[in-house]
């Protein structure tokens, strides 16, 4: 069974790593530990490149933590020309895959908070009433009707990083 360590705490997100764990390794064959680390970047990080650095980061002080795991999994959510995505880094002693998300364009009023200083889950749980939203569906829950949610995104673009470890052309 695969050790994997999720450098988070968040419940949408360690569901996306444990579910597509699952489908490309097999259900069960891996046990799933969350740890709380943190990113060395701001709360509401912007651009990929400080996005993508917290999920580094994470992956690192999880490896830190925890050093005896089989993967190392960070997600990062950011936001970048107006719209909000992630970064997906997994980790082995031996490889790293990366995958950046699909992107949400944010309407204005909420753009307009979080240039402000403000991060995105907070601004959305003050316009939706959901609390922790961000923890939950998240901003793609709510303006896609539910039809992708934080998960299923997260989902798609830890598969996408997970391709190093399971294609043999990358070895």
């Known amino acids: 069974m695969h050790h994997v360590v999720s450098a988070t ?25 969350s740890v709380s680390v943190d990113s060395g970047v701001p709360e509401q990080p912007f651009g990929s490149q400080e996005t993508r650095a917290g999920a580094r980061n994470r992956v690192s002080n999880a490896r830190k933590l925890r050093p005896d795991a089989d993967f190392w999994v960070a997600i990062e959510a950011g936001i970048d020309e107006g719209s909000t995505f992630s970064w997906v ?8 895959g990366e995958a950046r998300s699909a992107t949400l364009p944010l309407p204005e009023i909420i753009l307009q908070r979080v240039r402000a200083g ?5 601004v959305m749980s003050h ?33 996408l990083a997970l391709s190093p470890f399971h294609n043999a052309v990358y070895r």
């Open 118 to 122: 403000e991060a995105l889950g907070p």
């Open 127 to 159: 316009y939706t009433g959901i609390d922790e939203i961000g923890r939950k569906e998240g901003a793609i829950g709510v303006f896609t009707a539910g039809k992708l949610t934080r998960e299923s995104v997260y989902h798609q673009a830890v598969i």
């Open 9 to 33: 705490t968040n419940p949408a997100k360690i569901r996306a790593i444990q579910h597509a764990f699952n489908e490309i390794f097999g259900e069960g064959s891996c046990h799933i530990e």
């Open 89 to 96: 880094v997994i980790e082995t002693p031996e490889m790293q």
